[in-house]
């Protein structure tokens, strides 16, 4: 009924617009009011100034050549954490972050810059890496797609508040706590748009406090919803069900603790991507737990400037280590390669390598397990070596490739190294290794793989030199 003639009361805020309110006051340092200008960017995207004494501030979404002024919220003996109080002007490059949740939800930092500066920022953290260690880069190519919304796959939480309102989302930048959205930016649209049905869905069903996380997978023919659920609730999975089949997805469930059982519920998983190599297309099979990599467009123009970069690999011996289901070891053995050996820490994996190598009638791609932080494969009559290594780079394979050559044994030493790696530090520590042992890079790439964020997938083309 409409209030005539009365004053509406005031409107408590919503929970997002408390937390919208609180994203440039939190923990406020009242006596910390100077003008500083932003000097340049750290490497996760922090704008970086220095104070009247010279301390260096770490500022939340601040850009070089602003001018603003400063909360500290976090105090350390050498540097401050701050974020924008005041901003005098706008750099260049500062856009309106496409997304509504930005500054709140720890998925991505890097939405207020353009693409393009994203990128010159990317491109300038893997120089600086490089830098650091001492290793001799080429100027650095810079890959990159126009389209934001890459992200095929996403773990999202879910939580019901104790007044019973389900949130579902990405936990926040700093702390644990989930940031309850509507959408998201970067999930392919099959993804994106499922959201906000999921949450209706889950405010039905019975039990939602069994939930844990949702997986959200989107293959070439396929989206698959896979539930963390503590115990089975049988009027739960009927809902599952009947969701699943009116949004079209492939649903499991993985019910209990110890053992926690896969069961799934609406349809059958068949997830796969394809790639092409030159003429010839490839269809790699995985399972839903495996590794692919998030940005499928992205994944294949890295391979292709990968092949681009080596040539004519007709008759090599190639080894693909940290293989996953076969991405370059199946690419190499498309592009012509006599022989290709994936290796691989997860026998699900492998076992898929092959069964992908069979199904795409490679009969020179072989695979085997190992783990390579402990065993390392003789490198004995391999032209190409290929790494692809988690987080923490390939240090002990090479050390060993090192030893290899100051020792003299170079048969033990592929002529080429291609290293790809998502994190720059370890790679350059590793490229390091390399470069004092006699290899030169030749070739450097950095991919934006993760759109938006302030990671960056990197690609190096090492050479030895002839003997
Ligand atoms: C970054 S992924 C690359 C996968 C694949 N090259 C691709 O392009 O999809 C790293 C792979 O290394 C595997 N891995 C991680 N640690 C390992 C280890 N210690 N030994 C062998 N493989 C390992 C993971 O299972 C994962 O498949």
Redesign the pocket.
């Known amino acids: 009924m409409a209030l005539l003639g009365q004053k509406r009361p005031a409107r408590k805020p919503t929970r997002r617009e408390k937390e919208v309110a609180s994203r440039d006051t939190r923990d406020v340092d009242d006596a910390d009011s100077q003008w500083l200008t932003v000097v340049r960017l750290a490497h996760d995207g922090r704008g970086i100034a220095h104070d009247a004494t010279g301390k260096t501030q770490f500022i939340d979404r601040a850009l070089p050549g602003e001018r603003v002024t400063l909360a500290i919220h976090r105090n350390h003996k050498r540097f401050d954490e701050a974020h924008v109080r005041t901003r005098d002007n706008a750099a260049e490059n500062r856009v309106t972050p496409p997304c509504e949740y930005f500054g709140i939800c720890g998925g991505c930092e890097l939405q207020h810059m353009t693409l393009a500066s994203q990128r010159t920022h990317k491109v300038h953290v893997l120089s600086e890496h490089a830098t650091r260690n001492g290793v001799d880069l080429p100027d650095i190519q810079s890959l990159g797609e126009d389209e934001n919304r890459y992200r095929r796959r996403a773990r999202i939480g879910v939580r019901v508040t104790d007044a019973g309102e389900i949130q579902l989302g990405f936990r926040s930048r700093g702390n644990n706590k989930l940031v309850d959205i509507q959408t998201c930016s970067v999930l392919v649209p099959a993804l994106a748009n499922l959201i906000a049905p999921l949450r209706e869905l889950i405010n039905t069903l019975e039990a939602p406090k069994r939930l844990g996380h949702l997986e959200l997978l989107a293959t070439d023919d396929q989206v698959i919803v896979i539930v963390r659920q503590m115990k089975a609730v049988p009027r739960d999975a009927e809902r599952w069900q009947a969701f699943a089949q009116a949004h079209g997805l492939v649903f499991g469930w993985r019910v209990g603790s110890d053992p926690v059982v896969m069961e799934w519920l609406a349809g059958t998983p068949d997830a796969a991507y394809s790639l092409t190599v030159g003429e010839t297309s490839l269809r790699l099979a995985f399972s839903p737990g495996d590794?692919?990599?998030v940005n499928a467009p992205l994944n294949q123009r890295l391979i292709d400037t990968a092949f681009e970069w080596l040539g004519d690999v007709t008759g090599l011996n190639v080894m693909?280590l940290?293989?996953?289901?076969g991405?370059?070891t199946l690419a190499a053995a498309a592009a012509g390669a006599k022989q290709v050996t994936g290796?691989?820490?997860?026998q699900g994996?492998v076992d898929q390598l092959i069964a992908n190598a069979h199904a795409n009638g490679l009969d020179q791609v072989s695979a085997r397990r190992?783990?390579?932080?402990r065993s390392l494969p003789s490198l004995e009559g391999i032209d190409l070596l290929v790494l692809?290594?988690?987080r923490d780079g390939a240090q002990p394979l090479c050390e060993e490739l090192a030893r290899h050559l100051h020792a003299g044994k170079v048969n033990r030493a592929p002529a080429r190294v291609l290293y790809?790696a998502?994190d720059p530090t370890t790679l350059m520590r590793d490229a390091r290794l390399l470069q004092d042992a006699g290899y030169r890079v030749t070739r450097a790439l950095m991919a934006d793989m993760f759109v938006h964020t302030a990671h960056l997938e990197s690609m190096l083309l090492l050479e030895r030199a002839a003997d």
Do not use: K, R, T
Not at 322 to 325: L, S
């Open positions: 590794f692919v990599q693909d940290y293989a996953g289901v991405n370059l290796i691989e820490g997860s994996m190992a783990d390579l932080s692809d290594p988690p790809i998502c």
